[in-house]
């Protein structure tokens, strides 16, 4: 029943950067699994990063090499690090968590443009 809380997107230029954030109302350390997602107009959901309680990070071919997830169990907050940001990485991203095979509700995501 922890509930996640997406922040940090705007407008940014094609090759410039962003750092999400997933603020969470409980402990953060609890949760199994948690995950980024994106929804770009026109298009399907899209799974785009995950990070494991032991540190492990897994990462879509369309974002590997360019985002980095990681968390910080202290403030009980989710990051999500974007560089070389590119026009088709435009959506609204959100994070999901997992914890005893079940997972948790969708938020209201936070919009990511990027655009010259």
């Known amino acids: 029943q922890v509930q996640l809380v997406e922040s940090g997107g705007g407008l940014v230029q094609p090759g410039g950067s962003l750092r999400l954030s997933c603020a969470a109302s409980g402990r953060i350390f609890s949760i199994d699994a948690l995950h980024w997602y994106r929804h770009a107009p026109g298009k399907e959901r899209e799974w785009v990063a995950r990070i494991l309680r032991s540190g492990i990070t897994n990462y879509a071919d369309s974002v590997k090499g360019r985002f980095t997830v990681s968390r910080d169990n202290a403030k009980n907050t989710l990051y999500l690090q974007m560089n070389s940001l590119k026009p088709e990485d435009t959506a609204v991203y959100y994070c999901?968590?997992?914890?005893?095979?079940?997972?948790?509700?969708w938020g209201l995501g936070t919009q990511v443009t990027v655009s010259s």
């Open positions: 999901r968590g997992r914890t005893g095979g079940m997972w948790g509700s």
